[in-house]
């Protein structure tokens, strides 16, 4: 009865002056201190932005704007989500051609924080964070045709959030924006033709066949 009193006390102690720190009933009976570590915090991200740069499709690119969203599970500093994208593809204002169309991409992407100021309640919290992601885009031109292929994705972003009350242990609203740049990398169609000289050159080639559309993303963002 002494001993379990005094495991009691002890234990009673170690949970006020700690929460990560519990006793436990050793092999000999003596109580022995174990540090609990804190689970990795997790939550559901939702996002919704709007894209704003060049879009690059064979030898059509120019301006380009659109909107964005993405659905997301973080844990820790990992996060997958899901994307979705659509946006204006086509040759710039300034061009004598006049082809237009409209990409949808779908896809999903890996993204780690490279540094942020963790789940802090007392305040607003900053991340910096980088992601590499896979998708597929569906090109549909205003004239007929469509064009079908797969493409990868780089961006890094930053982004501020305010979280709201703690509902439940470890849970708790957040709300805030972001900004990123995104590179979307894709295999361009073939073009028909002799290797040229673009501009000043040693040696004539044939364009690309890597098709790069640059965006800029701003947005709100919220969790829980």
Not at 20 to 27: C, E, R, S
Not at 85 to 107: A, Q
Not at 109 to 128: E, I, K, M, Q, V
Request: proline share 5%; with cysteine.
């Amino acid at each position: 009865m002494t001993k379990l009193a005094s495991f009691a006390l002890v234990a009673a102690l170690a949970s006020t002056a700690s929460a990560n720190t519990v006793a436990v009933d050793g092999p000999n009976g003596e109580v022995r201190y174990v540090e609990e570590h804190d689970p990795a915090p997790r939550r559901v991200e939702g996002r919704l932005g709007m894209l704003m740069g060049g879009s690059d499709v064979g030898d059509a690119d120019g301006f380009a704007m659109g909107v964005s969203a993405g659905l997301g599970y973080r844990v820790g500093d990992v996060t997958l989500r899901g994307l979705f994208d659509y946006f204006r593809v086509g040759d710039g204002g300034d061009e004598l051609m006049d082809r237009r169309g409209r990409s949808t991409r779908v896809g999903g992407a890996l993204r780690y924080s490279f540094a942020n100021t963790g789940d802090d309640d007392d305040g607003p919290n900053a991340d910096f964070w980088g992601e590499v992601g896979f998708g597929y885009e569906h090109v549909a031109w205003r004239a007929g045709g469509v064009l079908d292929r797969p493409s990868g994705e780089l961006a890094v972003g930053f982004e501020l959030d305010a979280p709201g009350k703690e509902r439940s242990p470890g849970r708790r609203r957040h709300l805030g924006w972001f900004v990123d740049f995104r590179t979307l990398l894709a295999q361009g169609p073939e073009m028909d033709g002799p290797a040229v000289c673009g501009g000043p050159c040693t040696k004539a080639t044939k364009p690309s066949r890597i098709d790069a559309s640059m965006f800029f993303e701003l947005g709100l963002h919220w969790g829980r």
